[in-house]
């Protein structure tokens, strides 16, 4: 009895060793592929970043836990800004998080590149960013987006890339400037467990985003076509001729002006 007990934990262990082994192999065998393949489309010098027309900038919380600034929101905020600024880009798509009335990432953005010096009509808001996956899903299918520039952290990017290029996006990444922040650690190894997550969501189980919605093709600023001056209406006319029976000296618009005499000295 006392031998069954102890074979019977034993096998136990042993299948719960290979699990655990098969569970490792497969997290190094993922994140070895997501990284692998996305590698050469990553840039970490602003000036080696590919020019194009939109880029994606990924929300994240202004603040950290601790009440203290987040490194990593303003170094995609300071590195979106200097792309927009250097003309490397045209227009920059922020999409995050909006879950509640209180918590709104597109916004904090939004106001954040405002103050930078962005002009409001290079800016487009995508407020069901709710994950990584949404953002690129979204960014293909609502916003009509083929090609794209991705501004990240470099150990978010390789996630992100893959997702888009796994979308048929002609999608490269642009690191953001990087410091370092005590706790991000933690973050690195949630990445590990995420890029297997987005493997699942890609090829097994066929995530859909939380919303998707209808088509809104982002409008660059070139393409916009210019306002046309409002018509000249039949009360303007109206007071251009009370214009003329008052001061009958002065020229009105669209006709042709006359040299005013000077008038004499009292």
């Known amino acids: 009895m006392h031998s069954l007990l102890f074979r019977w934990v034993k096998r136990c262990l042993l ?4 699990m655990v082994l098969l569970a ?12 692998l393949s996305t ?6 010098q602003l000036q080696e970043c ?21 490194p990593h929101f303003h170094a995609r905020m300071r590195t979106s800004a200097r792309l927009i600024a250097d003309e490397r880009v045209q227009h920059l798509l922020l999409s995050g998080d909006n879950r509640t009335q209180a918590y709104n990432e597109p916004r904090a953005m939004w106001r ?24 690129m899903v979204r ?37 953001a400037e990087e410091q370092p922040s ?15 997550a987005t493997l699942g969501d890609l090829y097994l189980w066929g995530r859909e985003p939380h919303f998707l919605g209808p088509a809104e093709p982002i409008v660059l600023s070139r393409d916009r076509l210019p306002l046309e001056p409002p018509p000249v209406t039949t009360d303007v006319l109206i007071d251009l001729e009370g214009v003329r ?11 042709p002006g006359r040299q005013l005499e000077p008038s004499a000295a009292p």
Not at 24 to 35: E, P
Not at 182 to 196: H, I, P, Y
Not at 248 to 253: S, V, Y
């Open 182 to 196: 005590a706790g991000e650690w933690r973050l690195k190894v949630r990445e590990w467990l995420a890029r297997m």
């Open 39 to 44: 590698s050469r489309y990553i840039h970490t």
């Open 15 to 18: 299948s719960l060793v290979a």
């Open 139 to 175: 960014a293909r299918h609502v916003f009509q987006l083929e090609q794209a520039l991705l501004v990240t952290q470099s150990w978010h990017l390789p996630r992100a890339i893959f997702i888009g290029r796994s979308l048929g996006m002609d999608v490269t990444g642009c690191v």
């Open 112 to 135: 954040d590149l405002y103050r930078r010096g962005v002009p409001a009509d290079r800016l487009t808001m995508d407020f069901a960013g709710f994950s990584t996956y949404d953002t």
């Open 245 to 255: 029976l008052l001061y009958p000296e002065l020229p009105l618009l669209g006709e």
């Open 50 to 70: 590919r020019p194009t027309d939109v880029a994606i900038v990924f929300g994240t919380s202004r603040w950290t836990r601790s009440g203290l600034r987040n």
């Open 24 to 35: 490792a192999l497969l997290l190094a065998a993922g994140n070895a592929w997501v990284l």
